[in-house]
């Protein structure tokens, strides 16, 4: 079958929300885009077939090509790359909004950003994942009201290109479902108090932010790592502890140990993260290999750096 387009995207890491609680806005958050593991989907000339979807999402991508082409498709869409969905790298958003793009193309809608959002339902919670989709690089969004669709982006800057980043992946295991995530943060906000908003908020921006945006590495990987630890104290009482799962909090540990710094979880995991400057990072590398070999560790690496673009769509 002929391929009639494709877009690349890559994956997001969530830092970590900065705001549970303060002012009327809920769930801010700060996080990055990076170039892999990433997403690629194909259009081809078909009969509407939707190829290497996780069947979790296959409905609702259904829904929004129905959404977006009002006369019969005359394309399907193959998920040709992709890492599995729920292991806290926003896969699902990039593969619905991919489809909502790809279809938007296809069928001659032309539709905007907030009107692809909208179509996907994305950006509930977080607006990472939707802003990083389209923009790339270092995102922050403000939060989400009641009168809001999805959090608005605040704040973009240029990821460091020399700060690169390691994941460690737990083998077999998977985050929250969408359904069971929305029973934590429907109700969280309500046990956090303001004050403790006001903590995490100057962590992400005296620290987090402010790191990112003078490059003062040190500055923002302690950032990272005490919202971390604020935060996962806030979700242990749903998660077990400050990590989602104690293969999570080993990942953390071993690049702890390898001498990766601003180490965590991303979302629900069990992704755990952790960055190093470029001139150590192959050192660090070595060593991560080597500590996950030893101990027989059941555990994916990956070294990647951010994608300081967004998704790239091309029609052929």
């Known amino acids: 079958m002929r391929v009639l387009a494709r877009i690349i995207s890559g994956s997001r890491l969530h830092l970590g929300f900065y705001n549970i609680n303060y002012g009327g806005i809920k769930y801010g958050g700060v996080g990055l885009y990076i170039q892999n593991p990433r997403v690629v989907l194909e259009a081809r000339e078909g009969d509407g077939l939707l190829i290497g979807f996780p069947e979790e999402i296959v409905a609702q991508a259904n829904k929004i090509i129905e959404s977006v082409c009002t006369s019969r498709r005359n394309f399907s869409l193959v998920v040709r790359e992709s890492p599995p969905i729920h292991t806290g790298l926003g896969v699902s958003t990039q593969i619905l909004l991919s489809t909502a793009k790809l279809a938007s193309a296809l069928c001659d809608r032309n539709l905007s950003f907030k009107e692809l959002v909208k179509?996907?339902?994305?950006?509930?919670?977080?607006?990472?994942?939707?802003?990083?989709?389209?923009?790339?690089?270092?995102?922050?969004?403000?939060?989400?009201?009641?009168?809001?669709?999805?959090?608005?982006?605040?704040?973009?800057?240029?990821?460091?290109?020399?700060?690169?980043?390691?994941?460690?992946?737990?083998?077999?295991?998977?985050?929250?479902?969408?359904?069971?995530?929305?029973?934590?943060?429907?109700?969280?906000?309500?046990?956090?108090?303001?004050?403790?908003?006001?903590?995490?908020?100057?962590?992400?921006?005296?620290?987090?932010?402010?790191?990112?945006?003078?490059?003062?590495?040190?500055?923002?990987?302690?950032?990272?790592?005490?919202?971390?630890?604020?935060?996962?104290?806030?979700?242990?009482?749903?998660?077990?502890?400050?990590?989602?799962?104690?293969?999570?909090?080993?990942?953390?540990?071993?690049?702890?140990?390898?001498?990766?710094?601003?180490?965590?979880?991303?979302?629900?995991?069990?992704?755990?993260?952790?960055?190093?400057?470029?001139?150590?990072?192959?050192?660090?590398?070595?060593?991560?290999?080597?500590?996950?070999?030893?101990?027989?560790?059941?555990?994916?690496?990956?070294?990647?750096?951010a994608r300081n673009k967004g998704a790239l769509l091309r029609r052929y």
């Open 119 to 305: 179509i996907t339902g994305r950006g509930r919670y977080s607006g990472i994942g939707i802003h990083a989709f389209r923009v790339g690089g270092f995102v922050v969004d403000g939060g989400i009201t009641i009168s809001e669709d999805y959090p608005p982006l605040i704040f973009r800057v240029d990821f460091p290109s020399d700060w690169k980043i390691a994941l460690v992946i737990p083998k077999g295991l998977r985050g929250l479902r969408d359904n069971e995530e929305s029973v934590v943060l429907d109700v969280l906000p309500s046990r956090v108090s303001e004050e403790k908003s006001r903590e995490l908020i100057s962590i992400a921006f005296a620290m987090i932010i402010r790191g990112v945006s003078t490059r003062d590495f040190d500055s923002f990987v302690y950032g990272v790592e005490l919202l971390q630890r604020k935060v996962g104290e806030l979700f242990s009482v749903y998660q077990g502890g400050i990590f989602s799962t104690r293969e999570t909090g080993l990942a953390v540990d071993i690049l702890r140990k390898a001498g990766f710094k601003g180490t965590g979880q991303s979302s629900w995991g069990p992704v755990a993260y952790g960055f190093a400057l470029t001139s150590s990072f192959d050192e660090k590398i070595k060593k991560l290999e080597n500590i996950i070999e030893k101990e027989n560790l059941d555990f994916d690496l990956i070294a990647t750096t």
